[in-house]
């Protein structure tokens, strides 16, 4: 069977859920391969979670170079590897490092690019959402390889126990005209929340909830849920919440099973960040807010009231 | 200093944008059109290099006959000129042949120092251009700057992604894709509205910069679309007026879906 090629998402030592997400897509294809850059020593941490998820193969990259140049050592290192497997697709996580990983291969190994996949089937049609969840568009690639970005929180990971057989291969030199250099990398730590994009229950809060100080009680809620905290553009352009977690248009599209929306009025730039959430519930108001078009439960009231009650409400559930 | 600055025409985000039944491509013509927000900070951020120390900045674009209105905005911006490829054969170009385009057009400017960009653009949303430019041009890329500094040949930027921050530092030229922190953009003083309608905008077809028709637009994309469908529209359930009880009532329907 074919290998597929998984860039493998880790920061670290610990492997991302989108990888598992991706090779459990990439089994309809073919056989999964892992593709491991990173420092000396990356690979061993990560094995045992790879081949516990369907990597038959892990193909190890390793140097220090990996995190000295700016994506040059990711495209360089799978470049190498299309050539030499003619893999039918390479999956790439959809983040702004992958994404850019993803165009460059496209163009170095001239194939069809398929950009923020939410699903992908055995023969390599792929589906994306756009604009929002407002369209989906289904599409494939014309050539032997596929370039897939594939968005992180699409797809239910499945565990399938695989050989996980690691292979070494080389870090071609960077050339350093071509590429830029990095230095103080410095990752963006979550905290205890989970990620605005991977959580299974998002509440976000918008104009209405007012100022900073008063995102609290969107934090208050969202914690008793162990829900991710979202905000809209309204709230991140007055300065109430900050700017990663805007979902919206310009912002994170999220697809949780349930959405939570405390003084959104629902502009369609928001909405085009969330409505295809499973579950939306609306606090607002104003009962003509466009919000609760939308909403699968809505409630007209101050949030004030309303999200401290059902905060309590959820912590007697627990 | 020569710098060429990307700029690109979108639907505005806030109105409604649609696909067409034809060939599967973004209907242009069913919302407003307006110039990429992220690009006037692209264009900035070439004025600013332009002003500490020199530099002819060049605006430059691929799309139909309406993207003129953008170029126009970023020359009043205080742009010096502008080259605009209008071709019918690039529409329905997929990203990577988007970037050819861009890559050979880079190549009619001279011999150019940096090209600057958005970050991503709203409505395609690849976020790649700037890699995929770099690629094709054998140069460095820079992506997602919030802070950027060009001087003695090497360009320095603070790159922040959602993913994290870092320095990034290579020669020129480069490519350099601009984050929504690395300014603010200036408005066009009526000054900078008239001089623009003097400036000179090169208009260039795919044959000018020796490519075929069969390089771009649907027939050069290496992507095909088959189908796509709006997503049935969601209608809205229960609303109901908060009498006191509005927490306890989401909290009941919560359970009732066996969300909590």
């Known amino acids: ?318 | 200093m020569n710098i060429v600055v990307l700029i690109k025409q979108v639907p505005d985000t806030w109105s409604e944008r649609k696909l067409s039944d034809g060939d599967k491509t973004l209907d242009r013509a069913s919302s407003d059109a307006v110039l990429d927000e992220i690009n006037e900070r692209a264009v900035e951020e070439a004025l600013k290099i332009k002003e500490a120390g020199g530099a002819e900045v060049t605006i430059l674009t691929a799309g139909p006959d309406r993207a003129t209105d953008a170029i126009r905005k970023a020359l009043s911006m205080g742009a010096d000129k502008a080259v605009h490829v209008n071709d019918d054969a690039i529409h329905g170009s997929d990203a990577i042949a988007t970037a050819k385009v861009l890559a050979k057009a880079i190549g009619t400017v001279g011999d150019v120092d940096l090209v600057l960009a958005g970050n991503e653009a709203t409505d395609g949303r690849s976020g790649a251009m700037a890699g995929m430019l770099g690629e094709l041009l054998g140069w460095p890329s820079l992506t997602h700057a919030n802070e950027l500094t060009v001087e003695n040949g090497t360009a320095k930027a603070k790159r922040e992604t959602d993913e994290g921050t870092s320095d990034l530092e290579a020669s020129l030229p480069a490519v350099v894709s601009v984050g929504e922190k690395i300014n603010e953009p200036r408005y066009p003083s009526f000054k900078g509205i008239m001089a623009a309608k003097k400036k000179p905008v090169t208009t260039l077809g795919i044959a000018d910069l020796g490519l075929d028709a069969s390089e771009v637009g649907l027939a050069g994309s290496l992507v095909q679309v088959d189908s796509f469908a709006p997503r049935p529209p969601k209608s809205g359930g229960q609303k109901v007026e908060d009498e006191g009880d509005g927490g306890a009532k989401i909290a009941e329907f919560l359970v009732g879906q066996k969300l909590i």
């Open chain 1, 1 to 318: 069977m074919a290998e597929v090629l998984v860039l493998v998402d880790h920061v670290d030592g610990e492997i991302k859920k989108n990888t598992y997400e991706m090779l459990t897509a990439a089994r309809r294809i073919g056989e999964p391969s892992a593709v491991v850059v990173g420092t000396p020593g990356t690979a061993t941490k990560l094995a045992e979670g790879l081949a516990a998820h369907g990597a038959e193969k892990i193909y190890v990259a390793e140097s220090d170079d990996t995190v000295n140049y700016l994506s040059t050592p990711q495209v360089d290192v799978l470049a190498a590897l299309v050539e030499r497997v003619s893999p039918p697709a390479v999956l790439i996580p959809a983040g702004a490092d992958g994404r850019e990983v993803a165009g460059r291969l496209a163009v170095r190994t001239n194939s069809g690019w398929l950009n923020d996949l939410v699903d992908i089937d055995g023969e390599r049609a792929g589906t994306h959402s756009i604009f929002g969840g407002a369209f989906t568009v289904q599409s494939r690639a014309t050539t032997d390889t596929a370039i897939v970005s594939w968005r992180s929180g699409s797809l239910e990971v499945e565990e399938n126990a695989a050989a996980g057989t690691q292979e070494t291969v080389e870090v071609p030199a960077t050339d350093a005209a071509k590429s830029a250099k990095v230095s103080n990398r410095a990752p963006i730590v979550g905290g205890d929340r989970p990620e605005l994009t991977e959580a299974s229950v998002v509440v976000a809060g918008g104009r209405g909830v007012g100022s900073a100080d008063n995102f609290n009680v969107v934090e208050g809620l969202a914690d008793s849920l162990h829900a991710a905290v979202g905000a809209s553009r309204a709230a991140v352009d007055s300065g109430y919440y900050p700017n990663q977690f805007q979902v919206g248009q310009t912002g994170k599209t999220v697809s949780p099973q349930l959405y939570i929306a405390l003084g959104i009025s629902g502009a369609i730039q928001h909405r085009a960040g969330m409505q295809t959430s499973k579950t939306i519930v609306a606090v607002n108001k104003d009962p003509e807010a466009p919000i609760f078009e939308i909403a699968d439960f809505g409630i007209v009231g101050d949030l004030f009231s309303v999200a401290p009650q059902l905060t309590e409400e959820v912590g007697k559930r627990a």
